[in-house]
């Protein structure tokens, strides 16, 4: 099968369907327990943090000297901060009337809040906006923004990757850490009056950048060795503010405790004992 095909029906299958997937426990499950929500959180980062320092960034290493790997992953994870900072500066105003009182304009954030939130009933802020389901408009679109470097990440893998099944276990990693962003993007309609089909597809729909993001992933790692050193680097430089700027501090926020860390290591000895298989 054609390479830009398969990376296309995997990144579907993963960022549109683990999205979808997160939109349908949203809507079947009321309140998931903040305790199990954590959990999840913790573990996919573990597997992250896996493929980012035994896969991607091993394989940019063999590709270029250690300088420039630094240099771009330094980049990609300031890149992926300043869009997160561009999101929550355009998302703040909704927010503010978004009926969360500790919510700080993060995607989860409004996830696991929902009990709190209750239903709008089409009530209008000020502004004249709806809260709720435009709360949940936003966070669609900020998902969808985040979406290109994640993308990026799995097509950069896949042209690193000597048989494909890095670019498959980095794209099974990315679809595990979408279905709590499918949860957090379908609560808030869900609860602002939205239909569960409609807030479902708004969820899957904010996965489209990942397969576009892959695809110029790909294209730009199989050019030369240089490009696919920089896609690598960079893909994981996005990938570890991912795991230190998101997945982390909310699972911390959502439960404490000093046992959690172990959720984390689980997550991190499956990566690499995935990763070390498909090497040998």
């Not at 110029?216 to 700027?245: D, Q, W």
Request: charged share 5%.
């Amino acid at each position: 099968m054609n390479t830009y095909l398969t990376i296309f029906l995997i990144t579907a299958a993963t960022g549109v369907g683990g999205l979808a997937l997160g939109g349908g426990l949203a809507a079947a499950v009321h309140s998931p327990s903040d305790k199990t929500v954590s959990l999840l959180l913790r573990f996919t980062a573990g597997v992250m943090l896996s493929v980012v320092c035994f896969d991607l960034v091993a394989d940019a290493a063999a590709e270029s000297d250690a300088l420039p790997v630094l240099c771009w992953i330094l980049i990609g994870y300031l890149c992926t901060y300043l869009l997160n900072c561009w999101i929550d500066k355009q998302a703040h105003h909704t927010h503010a009337h978004g009926g969360h009182a500790h919510g700080h304009g993060h995607p989860h954030e409004h996830s696991h809040g929902r009990s709190h939130m209750g239903h709008d009933n089409g009530e209008l802020c000020a502004c004249g906006h709806h809260t709720l389901h435009t709360a949940g408009l936003v966070l669609a679109a900020a998902v969808a923004l985040h979406n290109m470097p994640v993308g990026m990440a799995i097509g950069a893998t896949f042209a690193g990757a000597a048989h494909g099944n890095g670019g498959i276990l980095a794209a099974l990693i990315i679809g595990l850490h979408n279905i709590p962003e499918g949860m957090s993007i379908a609560a808030p309609l869900l609860a602002g009056g939205g239909k569960p089909a409609g807030a479902v597809g708004i969820a899957a729909l904010s996965g489209l950048p990942t397969i576009l993001g892959a695809l110029l992933g790909y294209g730009a790692g199989t050019m030369n060795p240089l490009l696919l050193a920089i896609s690598l680097s960079f893909a994981a430089g996005a990938m570890l503010y991912v795991i230190f700027g998101e997945l982390l501090p909310e699972s911390e926020q959502l439960w404490q405790n000093r046992l959690s860390g172990l959720s984390t290591m689980l997550g991190m000895l499956l990566g690499m004992a995935l990763i070390f298989t498909h090497i040998h």
